[in-house]
């Protein structure tokens, strides 16, 4: 498959559903995305991103969990897939490979 | 939250609400209710996404294409099931359609007429506009020589013609060899057929009418003569028996939609030759017809030629003054009245009426279509309930219903084409047109795809709409009713559709009747019994040869003659002068007749003041005899014995005689001077025949007529005939309205029918249950009328102001006109209110004859 590069907040959010891990659904991710970043993330944003990576194959979901908080309402709740599993490797293999190369001098 | 719900496609709905609720919880606690509100509506907003957006779902548009033709079966199918009620709703639909298509192509016929002209955007008629003591006024009549001097004076006016309207009314005599027929035609300027496209099958534009005594023919009066065109070419015609006159040029036969019509056409300078009078300065009889540059501008042109008349006429600029106008010559059949000087009303008038009477005889039929439409689908509603049930979307409910009523609305076309097909014959007779249905005009295509796609729509998107809500639980059940707001909806309609066809009664009424106090008018002469003989050929020099012999003849009372035709003097002047008038100003109107010794006696008119013309004062024959209305304007309080002239012609006033309608009663009484002239060389001879004896009459004029003038055809014309041709509009109008008036009427009880029976079934088992417990049949046909009747009752007071308002308006346009009494209003409503009454105790009582078991059986 083709196309298995990936936009910054994208990776961001499929990192974010792996921290997450059980309780993945939008506003546990937006929270999660928030704290890490620092910077502040529109609901609908994620949601789309979401949306998105489902749709390039990299996470599945399924609904579940209502509470009251939520008026009854059931949560979109999201897992990494081993695609996108792979691909959040393989992004991170290429960063570190290209930080290595940069000459030593940048730093000083 | 609906926004949302509305855009977003309900795989989404859910988490997303969800989260919302989560996060508007936090601002709620973070930053209190109306931070927490306002973000949760901008996040509303951001959440209108594409990857969330339904209306691009690609699940439910698929199964659109199949759907078709499963919409077509089942519409086929509920239209066989209720085939009567079906055929109603569609025979409704096609009358309305069919009523506007003809007057919409009426309409266009209309617009038509003169336009078809290559260069019609450069042609323009020329009016005045006269200043007198204050009052303006407008009219067509300009000078006779007008055309050419303003070639000669303006660069920008290329080319210009005259045209006199009342030669179409008067044939001329032509005669080749042993063949004589009288041809009706006109004069013009040589640049005639180069100014408008009247094609020419023989001869060429440029030489057509150069000579003085050239004639361009047409086709038929090439084909009566000469037997074809191109044998007509070169040929010498014999006119009036006094002058020949060489064939230059045939031409095609004139279109119905030109104004001018002729079958013949002679030089224009020669003829204002023939005639002193024609050269006068203040001759405002013909019209002028001019062609402009393509780059010419018309209002710069118009501003130059304003005063142009003053170097022809010296008025006194103060008391008296006229202007030029110009009128786009393509404008001057429809605007062809005038409004303080200037160029308004007319037949446009009559136009604009029937477009908006066609506009409300298709919007009632529409209404018609919506109400029985919604109405049957009551008892549907189980259907669309299943429908929903088993997974039908709302999009497809409302293009299911649309697709239905665009089914009718096509067949309502179809028929109503193909009435529309079969009236036009009857039509044409009635409008004096030749209209068909020009399926090639893509003007016309496009309306009627229009017109289909409206109907359909608004047609279908009402029942629509309703209908797409209904809770499936309850209408399976068989306890679905529309809402309150639904039948108040249906009611507004049916007032609606009686307004208008109680202002269409109302508006027949009046018309009806204006048209036939017209006809019926005491006019203050005998029209009966009076026959018309043109002045013409032997007739001229020899009318008292002819007067002699002709009025001792069997079948004849008197002959006398008159320089017009007495029921229509249309030819006025403002030459008139008289002791104490300023010589300065022009009184326009005077309508000058010059007449035998017996007018008088053979027009029946009364003289009241004053003694009759008599041949036993020599004096007499430089008399005048004025009307009432002459001595009104000239401010005289004793007449008799003042001097007054005309036309170079002076002499006292012996008589006066009481006001009598010369002229159509559209206008007011004119003055009119009366004086004796018995050699002129025009006019009409006319002619009182004795009652009853009308064919001996016409033997004796044909047999004198023939000894006297026998080069000519003995040609004759009954004055009432002739009277009535001249409202001819009027009755077209009639006619008109009271078949529209018909039409309204019917579609409008179609519709309540539908309602009716619909308004009973719905309460059949009510109706049961009141027999039961002892309703007589009355009460119960009083109980459904009641609610009907105050709709009607509603419609009439609706109508009643709006239609007085309308006829007023129209009657003052008459200078005779009827009252508008309230008889006319009272019977409208009367026969609305009879009408309804009619049609609701006919269902009703078919419920009240019902056996109250069966009703109240069913489930």
């Known amino acids: ?108 | 939250m609906r926004f949302l719900r509305w855009y977003c496609s309900e795989a989404y709905t859910t988490e997303i609400e969800g989260d919302l609720a989560e996060l508007f919880d936090e601002w709620y606690a973070l930053h209190g209710l109306r931070a927490a509100r306002w973000r949760y509506i901008l996040h509303v907003l951001l959440f209108v996404r594409l990857y969330n957006c339904r209306f691009l779902d690609s699940r439910s548009s698929q199964p659109y294409v199949p759907m078709i033709s499963h919409n077509l079966k089942v519409i086929q199918r509920s239209f066989v099931k209720n085939k009567t009620f079906s055929l109603i709703n569609m025979l409704g639909l096609a009358m309305g359609l069919g009523g506007s298509l003809l007057i919409l192509l009426w309409v266009m016929d209309e617009y038509a007429v003169d336009r078809f002209h290559e260069n019609t955007d450069q042609l323009y008629v020329v009016n005045t506009r006269s200043y007198h003591q204050g009052n303006v006024g407008g009219g067509p009549g300009t000078p006779y020589y007008l055309g050419k001097e303003m070639t000669a004076a303006f660069p920008e006016v290329q080319a210009a013609t005259g045209w006199a309207p009342w030669l179409g009314a008067e044939p001329e005599t032509f005669s080749v060899d042993d063949k004589t027929y009288k041809m009706a035609g006109n004069r013009a300027r040589p640049e005639f057929f180069s100014m408008f496209s009247f094609p020419l099958l023989e001869g060429d534009p440029a030489t057509a009418l150069a000579a003085p005594n050239s004639i361009a023919i047409s086709r038929q009066m090439a084909e009566v003569f000469f037997g074809s065109p191109e044998a007509a070419l070169g040929q010498v015609l014999r006119h009036d028996n006094r002058q020949d006159v060489t064939v230059q040029a045939v031409f095609e036969n004139v279109p119905a939609q030109s104004t001018l019509q002729f079958d013949f056409l002679m030089h224009w300078d020669a003829w204002v030759e023939e005639d002193p009078i024609r050269q006068l300065p203040d001759a405002f009889h013909v019209r002028t017809v001019i062609q402009l540059d393509e780059q010419a501008d018309p209002d710069l042109v118009e501003a130059k030629i304003t005063d142009f008349l003053d170097t022809y006429i010296g008025f006194n600029e103060e008391e008296f003054d006229v202007e030029l106008t110009l009128q786009p010559f393509a404008e001057q059949y429809l605007v062809s009245g005038f409004e303080d000087g200037v160029p308004s009303g007319g037949r446009i008038v009559y136009v604009r009426l029937f477009g908006s009477i066609a506009l409300f005889i298709l919007l009632i039929a529409c209404i018609n279509f919506m109400n029985l439409s919604t109405a049957s689908y009551q008892n549907r509603a189980k259907e669309v309930a299943v429908r929903k049930v088993t997974g039908a979307s709302r999009w497809e409910l409302i293009s299911y219903f649309v697709t239905e009523a665009a089914v009718f609305a096509c067949l309502g076309i179809g028929v109503a084409l193909g009435l529309v097909w079969l009236m036009l014959p009857l039509f044409n007779d009635l409008t004096g047109k030749a209209l068909v249905l020009p399926f090639s005009d893509p003007v016309f295509v496009s309306v009627l795809g229009s017109l289909l796609v409206m109907t359909g729509l608004l047609a279908g998107s009402y029942p629509a709409l309703i209908l797409s809500n209904i809770r499936p639980i309850k209408a399976l059940k068989g306890t679905f009713r529309f809402g309150v707001s639904a039948t108040r909806f249906r009611r507004t309609l049916v007032v609606v559709q009686f307004s208008i066809s109680i202002m269409l009664i109302v508006s027949t009424l009046v018309i009806s009747n204006q048209v036939q106090y017209f006809q019926s008018k005491n006019l203050g002469f005998e029209r009966e019994h009076l026959v018309y003989m043109p002045l013409e050929g032997e007739l001229i020099p020899d009318y008292l040869v002819f007067k002699e012999r002709l009025k001792d003849m069997p079948g004849i009372k008197m002959v006398d003659r008159s320089s017009q035709a007495p029921h229509a003097m249309t030819f006025n002047t403002g030459a008139m002068h008289w002791e104490g008038k300023d010589p300065e100003t022009l009184v326009f109107g005077f309508t000058p007749t010059s007449v035998g010794y017996d007018f008088v006696d053979i027009m029946g008119l009364e003289i009241v003041q004053g003694r009759d013309f008599s041949a036993e004062f020599a004096s007499d024959a430089n008399n005048f005899i004025v009307n009432e209305r002459a001595v009104e304007i000239m401010g005289f309080e004793d007449p008799i014995g003042k001097q007054v002239g005309i036309f170079g012609k002076s002499g006292e006033i012996v008589g006066v005689v009481k006001d009598y309608h010369f002229n159509s009663m559209h206008n007011a009484i004119l003055p009119m001077a009366i004086d004796i002239k018995e050699d002129l060389h025009f006019g009409t001879i006319l002619i009182r025949t004795e009652a009853g004896k009308l064919n001996e009459a016409l033997a004796s004029m044909e047999d004198v007529a023939q000894a006297v003038n026998p080069a000519m055809p003995f040609a004759y014309s009954f004055s009432d005939q002739e009277y009535e041709q001249m409202y001819r509009n009027e009755q077209v109008m009639m006619r008109l309205s009271h078949a529209f008036a018909f039409m309204a009427i019917f579609i409008s009880c179609l519709g309540l029918l539908g309602l009716a029976a619909f308004s009973v079934e719905q309460r059949v088992k009510e109706v049961g249950i009141r027999k039961v417990l002892g309703a007589s049949v009355s009460s119960i046909v009083a109980l459904f009328s009641k609610e009907f009747v105050m709709l009607v009752g509603l419609a009439i007071g609706v109508a009643v102001p709006l239609s007085y308002v309308l006829m007023d308006q129209w009657l003052n346009r008459y200078a005779y006109a009827i009252d508008l009494t309230w008889m006319f209003f009272a019977v409208a409503a009367a026969a609305a209110l009879g009408i309804t009454l009619l049609t609701v105790s006919a269902q009703a009582l078919k419920a009240a004859f019902k056996n109250p078991v069966d009703s109240l059986r069913t489930e």
């Not at chain 1, 993330?41 to 990299?58: D, N, Q, W």
């Not at chain 1, 990494?80 to 940048?106: E, S």
């Open chain 1, 1 to 108: 498959m083709r196309g298995t590069s990936i936009g910054e907040f994208e990776e961001l959010c499929l990192l974010a559903v792996g921290i997450t891990g059980q309780d993945a659904y939008g506003v546990s991710i937006k929270k999660e995305l928030e704290r890490r970043t620092g910077r502040s993330i529109t609901i609908s944003t994620v949601h789309s991103t979401l949306a998105r990576l489902e749709k390039k194959g990299f996470v599945t979901s399924r609904m579940g969990g209502a509470t009251q908080a939520r008026g009854g309402r059931a949560k979109r709740l999201f897992e990494l897939t081993a695609y996108g599993k792979h691909v959040i490797n393989r992004t991170r293999d290429i960063r570190n490979a290209m930080w290595h190369d940069i000459p030593k001098l940048i730093w000083q």
